[in-house]
């Protein structure tokens, strides 16, 4: 299209007042669309506090609970789960107990909040005692035999009422197993959320400190993603598709935006931006020494993920970003 030049165009006419700003605003940040992610782990009362998230705590289930009602009585939809399981081992079998600490959690969320959305990660890290994401021999992390590991996994999170199920560790196929495992316990109507194109991200640091997922020894290379590839991220995402993902994410988010555009573009599903611990950590370091404003540059940065295409977004700051859009 030919657009005419100035002095007929002066795109500053729709810029005059906030209303006008408001009534051409192509984007729209909304509570709808915000999941906040919360940690378990065993106790009463507990609110243990991580020094490289301020504002973010290890929970024991009933203070999840607190934190879960409030975050919900301010429009927060959902929440996604992690649990820091009393014991590790090489089987990672705290993650698909009966009564493992995100299954006891879940019981508990949708029993005291059945309207909250509850979105479990699916991962090994967390229980395995060298910290990888699959069964390991020697140094390397083996990719199918840590299918059924994760599969079963998903399945006791859905029995135990998890809505989503959110798989976060990167393996080949783990997606297809966890279909095909749901649907054979039942769960045909439970929905997959993949971390479909994950990056082997620096930005992970403080999570790992609140999960105690740190690996023993090596990285997560040769099964998370490299931050060079976007050709590579679409393939990922295009195989969990054909794999049975109903919701796709990108993870991190600000600095792969290009990627949550063409996700959204390409393939047209209902999107995820993880905005990540590291996202969070530099906005509040940032911010508590008076270097930049919290809440403005918080939304902006969501905003930027919804301008790319984002449809949901994962951030630590949710109940806050909550608050702030209540005005
Ligand atoms: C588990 C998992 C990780 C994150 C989400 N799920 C850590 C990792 O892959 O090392 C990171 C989340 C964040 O940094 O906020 N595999």
């Not at 795109?11 to 509570?31: D, F, Y």
């Not at 009585?73 to 995100?102: E, T």
């Amino acid at each position: 299209m030919n657009y005419p030049g100035f002095p007929i165009s002066r795109p500053r006419r729709l810029r005059t007042s906030p209303a006008l700003r408001r009534l051409v605003a192509e984007t729209q940040l909304n509570v709808a669309q915000l999941v906040l992610p919360l940690f378990a782990r065993s106790g009463k009362k507990l609110r243990r506090p991580v020094d490289a998230m301020p504002g973010v705590f290890q929970l024991s289930p009933d203070e999840i609970v607190r934190e879960a009602t409030a975050a919900h009585a301010l429009g927060v939809p959902a929440v996604l789960l992690f649990g820091i399981p009393d014991k590790k081992d090489d089987r990672a079998s705290g993650a698909y107990a009966k009564n493992g600490i995100v299954q006891q959690t879940v019981r508990l969320l949708k029993k005291e909040l059945p309207s909250l959305l509850v979105i479990t990660d699916v991962c090994l890290c967390e229980y395995m005692a060298h910290g990888h994401c699959g069964i390991v021999a020697g140094r390397k992390i083996l990719n199918d035999p840590s299918l059924a590991l994760l599969a079963r996994t998903a399945a006791s999170h859905a029995e135990a009422g998890a809505d989503i199920i959110a798989p976060s560790d990167m393996m080949d196929g783990r997606v297809r197993a966890i279909r095909a495992e749901l649907d054979n316990e039942g769960f045909l109507d439970t929905p997959i959320m993949s971390y479909a194109a994950k990056f082997a991200s620096a930005f992970y640091g403080p999570f790992r400190e609140v999960a105690e997922s740190t690996p023993k020894f090596g990285d997560r290379r040769s099964y998370q993603m490299d931050a060079a590839n976007a050709n590579e991220a679409m393939r990922e995402v295009a195989l969990d598709i054909q794999e049975g993902a109903d919701i796709v994410m990108v993870k991190p988010a600000l600095a792969y935006l290009d990627l949550i555009h063409r996700v959204k573009k390409e393939f047209g599903l209902p999107t995820a931006a993880y905005s990540v611990s590291g996202e969070y950590s530099m906005i509040k370091a940032a911010a508590q020494n008076g270097w930049i404003d919290e809440r403005a540059v918080t939304l902006e940065s969501l905003l930027a993920m919804r301008r790319a295409g984002a449809d949901i977004l994962i951030t630590y700051a949710a109940a806050d970003v909550a608050k702030w859009l209540k005005g």
